[in-house]
């Protein structure tokens, strides 16, 4: 199974957390993000994303349908998201567009094995996949890691 974490772009400030925009640094960072991922992944995939209004813009700049889930919005928990995804035993690829710290810590879990907080930047992609050894043990691997600075702009 493989799984790509991405924080959403950069979004203005507001009291009312839900309905943050993009900025257009915000909405430049989706779009780039949302066009190295295309070249990556295909219909295939099971989108969900938190339902704030910033995570769907980041989300709607792929062009691909997903759903909604309340379950992974910015007070959720790394357990509540890994169920939602079916981690790591759910028949098809996964990509969940959400929001830190928990997406950060998600990361922590994935990388360590072990509880702890990671840095994830906003409109940052990390790709992570199941694998098993030769012994049949099973495990992580870090694919790729990304940050939305680091893709060619058009």
């Given amino acids: 199974m493989e799984l790509i974490l991405w924080r959403h772009a950069d979004a203005e400030p507001g009291k009312d957390d839900a309905k943050r925009e993009l900025t257009e640094k915000g909405?430049?960072?989706a779009a780039?993000?949302?066009k190295w991922l295309k070249q990556?992944?295909?219909a295939e995939?099971?989108?969900l994303a938190s339902p704030t209004v910033r995570t769907r813009q980041t989300a709607d700049a792929l062009g691909m349908k997903y759903e909604q889930k309340i379950t992974l919005g910015p007070d959720s928990t790394a357990p509540a998201i890994l169920r939602e995804a079916h981690w790591p035993d759910r028949d098809r690829n996964v990509l969940i567009i959400?929001?830190?710290p928990v997406l950060g810590q998600i990361a922590a879990r994935l990388v360590t094995g072990q509880s702890g907080d990671l840095a994830f930047r906003k409109g940052s992609v990390w790709w992570f996949s199941t694998r098993q050894d030769e012994e049949g043990e099973a495990g992580v691997t870090l694919r790729a890691m990304i940050g939305a600075d680091l893709v060619?702009?058009?």
């Fill in 152 to 154: 060619e702009a058009d």
């Fill in 32 to 34: 780039r993000v949302a």
């Fill in 98 to 100: 959400g929001h830190q």
């Fill in 45 to 47: 995939w099971l989108i």
């Fill in 40 to 42: 990556r992944i295909d």
């Fill in 27 to 29: 909405r430049k960072q």
